[in-house]
């Protein structure tokens, strides 16, 4: 996918209602098809100018296996939006591919 497709798709769970602004979700984080992470988090989506990202504010334990920010520009990124939800697919900080489901 392209940096494009990322903000098309930050973009359209933006648009649901609530999803602009900092708030609190359900995440849940698979790898190597296992779920490693299922927990509220706060989440923050943005659009500005030529770029777009989503800010996760993981707990303590977390922090030291996901990053903080996620957005299209990286090649090792892609975000998509399906059914309301958001789906990152992108490399923990073991460098090892991991899927992000926000709701």
């Not at 359209?12 to 999803?19: L, S």
């Not at 995440?27 to 990202?53: H, L, M, P, W």
């Not at 998509?80 to 992000?100: T, V, Y």
Request: charged residues 25%; contains cysteine.
């Amino acid at each position: 996918m392209s940096q494009e497709s990322s903000q098309y798709a930050i973009m359209d769970y933006i648009h649901i209602e609530g999803n602009y602004y900092m708030h609190k979700t359900k995440v849940i984080v698979a790898k190597d098809n296992k779920i490693i992470y299922d927990g509220v988090v706060n989440i923050a989506a943005y659009i500005e100018t030529n770029e777009s990202f989503v800010d996760i504010s993981w707990d303590d334990k977390e922090q030291e296996k996901f990053y903080q920010r996620y957005n299209g520009r990286y090649s090792n990124t892609d975000i998509e939006f399906d059914n309301g939800k958001l789906f990152i697919h992108a490399i923990d900080k073991e460098d090892s591919p991991i899927c992000i489901t926000i709701y």
